[in-house]
Each structure stands twice: as structure tokens, then as C-alpha cells.
């Protein structure tokens, strides 16, 4: 089961607009939904899910809406809530800014769009692309005899429109990459985490075929490779146009692809990483009126790998006062809403040692630290590597008129999401990317990947031989 109704909401609960799908719940029981928010707030324990009664509230903020889908029996929780991302996204798209105003400026197209976005509860066509083809902010005339539907919205290719044509065609291919690793006071890996997405940039004439290879350790099982330079993925979510059966058979990614932009995959890796950027700091407090903080940040990284945007951010106490600061390289600045001192260096080179050295004055009454410390942060970016060592094999791209299209590929390694919270016993947390060519033995070998922008053909072995690599900087 999925959701009975769908309603918008103005900051202050009053609905704005919704829409009824299967009538089995009476449209006034929004109205307990806000008073059982702001009672579940002041009692610390808020959830994304509300019930009163027999009727759940499924709900999401955004900006200055709530977004609100009813059910009465036991729906499938996830599917609903993908289903309000995705309205907040489609109408992002047509609207730039969602929020109230445009809201209250969009009603007839809004109705539209929610009768065209879900049908007796069910998601149904939710790709902006497509409802952009009859669903327009314009005002249309009706022409007799035409139909306003287009065929993609019954073709089995639903995501993708017929007779798209393109002078060159083209496919980019981003293989971008997000560590997420928690160290203890003690040096000990809590956490070592990659989360991964391939995006691609379509650019094809026609409806292409394409087939994409990854150095999957499960592959090159099944063919009899050599696993020495293989990654072994986990928790693989694909695109709706991925042939979910051939992967399963013979883990080719088969697939007829959206045009333009869209996420292609994303993945997972437990693989362990050595922390990339190392922090040690020394915390001295004199006479309970002056604390000192002196943290030394080093690459643990290749010399000839840079650390871009590194931010080192390091907890202060809260009554701290007066700051005064001394770096080797970059600039520190105090925080005080957030209680943090934010140590920005732009490039930081492999194997370099920095210092930053921090002054605040204190009140002349103790205050004891009930708290553990927080976490010291780092947040960085090295570009043109992935941590994982995955590598785009090859891009197969087959179309009935035969013509010659370029896959290009990037990789790209960045600071991951805030991890979860730690506890006292954790001195500093990574938010970070890393490079190949590590030194540590926990770490895969790292292949040695294409420049930034690479031109990739068939794998070696299939119908016809490779040209000669070329690549494309920009």
C-alpha cells in the first residue's frame, strides 16, 4: 500500500494544496498533524512518522513547507518517502525555489502535476523531463484530434523521448567517490567507509544502447581473471533504465539511457583507508583564564598528489574569548556560534607538515566539562583518483544508424556527509578524499587511471580494436 492523500503545508500547518487519491481518509485529519509534530518536538523525541489514531502522517521539510502523505493502513514507508523527495525535486524544476510563494503562484500546474505524479496512491510518471513534454507553465490552445500525451509516457522506454538528434554525439562519465572515516584518541579506524555514484552526461542521437565495465571483483570471477586489481562492490542501487536481469545473469550494466544528466549507479565499500591527513593536537590550560591549542595537520599522501579546500575544524570551549592565531600556511578563523576554529588551506601537498596555533582567554571561574570534547573535523578534496581503486573498464555504445560516439571519463574523490556522532573517546573524524599509490597495507592496490578527462572504447577483445587513447583537459 502507499499513500491515501498528499498535502502541502505552510510553515505554520495550514494546508496549502493537496490531493485526495483514494478517499478513505477524511481530508480534516491534517489538521492534527502540526499540533502532534510541536508536541513530539518539545518532548525530544521527533520522528519522521506521526500517528493519530489509525492514520499515520508520513512527512518531510523543505525550506518553509512541510510536505505530508496520509495513510491508514500499512504502507510501504520508504516508497513514500521517495515519492516526496521526488515531488520536492520535479517541482524544484519547474519552480527553481520551492517554498510558499511559489506555491500560491502555481496551483492549476501543481494540480496537474500531482494527478500525472501519483495515481490511486502509486507513484507514476515522476521524471521531470518527461512531464515537461505536456505539463508546461505556458498556456496551451487545444487542437482538436491531438493527443497531449507523448508517446514516452507509454513507450517501455519511459525516460527516454524518441528522435533526439545531436551533431556530436558524446557520453561523460563521472566516477565520484565520498570517504567517510572515524578515528579514536588512540589512532584506531572506528569507521572506514566509500560511498560511490557514476554519473553520466548523455549526449546521443537516437535510442542508444549502451554497456558499461567495471573492474567488478564478482565479473572477473565469472570470467576467470585475475581478482589482484578488483573492487568488490556492495549495496548496488541502479537507474530504473539499467536491465536489472542481465545483471543478475552476467553483471553487465546494460542499459538505454535518459538524455542529459542523470546518477547511473551508486555503491558502497567497507574498505579499510589510511587516514590521508593526520592531526595531532596538544590542549594546555593556564590558571583557568587562557587555553592554548596547537594542532599539526601532515599529508600522509604521494608528493605528487595535492589536497584541495582542506578545512581543519577544531573545537573550542563555549566561554572562550579573545582568539589569537598563528598558521604556517593558510588562514584560521573563530567560529563562535558553532564553538570551532576553522583552519582553511588551500593546497595542501603530500608528505608537507603544517602547524596552527590558537590563543583564547578565559572566565576566571572554572567550569567544569561535564561533555566529552567534541571531534576535530578535516574536509578535503584530491582530485582525479578514487580510494577504492574502481575503474571504469569500457563504454560499449551501440545504435542502429552506426554512428561514432565518444565515452569520456573523470574520476573524482570528495569529502564525504557528517558522520554519525561519536563518543568521548574519539579525538578527530575525516571527512575526506584520498589518492592512489597509499602506502599502507590495508589499502587496495590502486590501478593507474586515465588523466582527468580520458576517451574510453571497447574493451580490449570485442568486436574491434581500440584506437589509440587521447584526453580532454578542461
Not at 564553538?339 to 593546497?347: A, P
Request: charged fraction near 25%.
Amino acid at each position: 500500500m502507499s499513500a491515501s492523500a498528499v498535502f502541502i503545508l505552510d510553515v505554520k500547518g495550514k494546508p496549502l494544496i493537496s490531493r485526495n487519491y483514494k478517499g478513505d481518509i477524511p481530508m480534516g485529519e491534517i489538521d492534527y498533524f502540526m499540533p502532534l509534530l510541536v508536541q513530539h518536538e518539545e518532548e525530544g523525541a521527533l520522528a519522521p512518522l506521526l500517528s493519530h489514531g489509525r492514520v499515520h502522517f508520513l512527512w518531510i521539510k523543505h525550506s518553509n513547507l512541510y510536505l505530508v502523505a496520509t495513510t491508514l493502513k500499512n504502507a510501504n514507508a520508504s516508497l513514500v518517502y521517495s515519492f516526496l523527495y521526488k515531488t520536492v525535486e520535479v517541482f524544484s524544476e519547474y519552480f527553481k525555489e520551492l517554498e510558499e510563494e511559489s506555491i500560491r503562484d502555481n496551483f492549476v500546474i501543481i494540480y496537474e502535476l500531482l494527478d500525472e505524479l501519483m495515481d490511486f496512491g502509486f507513484p507514476q510518471t515522476t521524471d521531470s523531463k518527461i512531464l515537461q513534454e505536456y505539463i508546461t507553465q505556458q498556456g496551451n490552445k487545444l487542437e482538436t484530434g491531438k493527443s497531449r500525451v507523448p508517446p514516452t509516457v507509454t513507450n517501455a522506454v519511459s525516460w527516454r523521448s524518441e528522435g533526439i538528434k545531436y551533431k556530436k554525439n558524446e557520453v561523460f562519465i563521472d566516477v565520484i567517490e565520498s570517504v567517510n572515516l572515524l578515528v579514536n584518541a588512540n589512532g584506531s579506524v572506528l569507521l572506514s567507509e566509500i560511498v560511490g555514484t557514476i554519473k553520466l552526461k548523455v549526449f546521443l542521437s537516437g535510442m542508444p544502447e549502451l554497456r558499461l565495465g567495471l573492474n567488478d571483483r564478482v565479473l572477473f570471477e565469472l570470467t576467470g581473471r585475475s581478482k589482484n586489481k578488483s573492487v568488490e562492490l556492495e549495496d548496488v542501487k541502479f537507474h530504473q533504465c539499467v536491465r536489472l536481469s542481465r545483471f543478475d545473469n552476467d553483471r553487465t550494466i546494460s542499459f538505454i539511457p535518459p538524455d542529459g544528466d542523470f546518477e547511473l549507479m551508486s555503491y558502497r565499500l567497507s574498505t579499510q583507508v589510511k587516514p590521508l591527513i593526520w592531526i595531532e593536537s596538544v590542549i594546555e590550560k593556564f590558571s583557568h583564564s587562557r587555553v592554548e591549542i596547537m594542532v599539526k595537520a601532515k599529508g600522509q599522501f604521494k608528493k605528487q598528489s595535492v589536497a584541495n579546500g582542506v578545512e581543519i575544524s577544531v573545537p573550542v570551549p563555549s566561554d572562550a574569548d579573545s582568539p589569537r592565531f598563528k598558521t604556517s600556511v593558510g588562514s584560521a578563523k573563530y567560529v563562535p556560534e558553532k564553538n570551532v576554529v576553522v583552519w582553511s588551506i588551500k593546497s595542501f601537498p603530500g608528505g608537507k607538515e603544517y602547524l596552527m596555533r590558537a590563543h583564547f582567554g578565559l572566565p576566571s571561574v572554572e567550569k567544569e566539562e561535564v561533555e566529552g570534547r567534541p571531534p576535530i573535523g578535516v574536509k578535503f578534496e584530491i582530485p582525479y583518483f578514487t580510494v577504492s581503486g574502481i575503474q571504469v573498464r569500457y563504454m560499449k555504445i551501440i545504435e542502429k544508424s552506426g554512428y561514432q560516439a565518444l565515452p569520456w571519463v573523470r574520476y573524482i574523490t570528495q569529502s564525504g556527509g557528517s558522520p554519525p556522532p561519536l563518543g568521548p573517546d574519539c579525538t578527530w573524524r575525516e571527512d575526506g578524499a584520498g589518492g592512489r599509490g597509499q602506502t599502507s597495507d590495508s589499502l587496495p592496490s590502486q590501478p593507474a587511471l586515465p588523466p582527468p578527462f580520458s576517451i574510453l572504447y571497447e574493451e580490449p577483445g570485442g568486436d574491434d580494436p581500440p584506437p589509440s587513447t587521447s584526453a580532454l583537459l578542461y
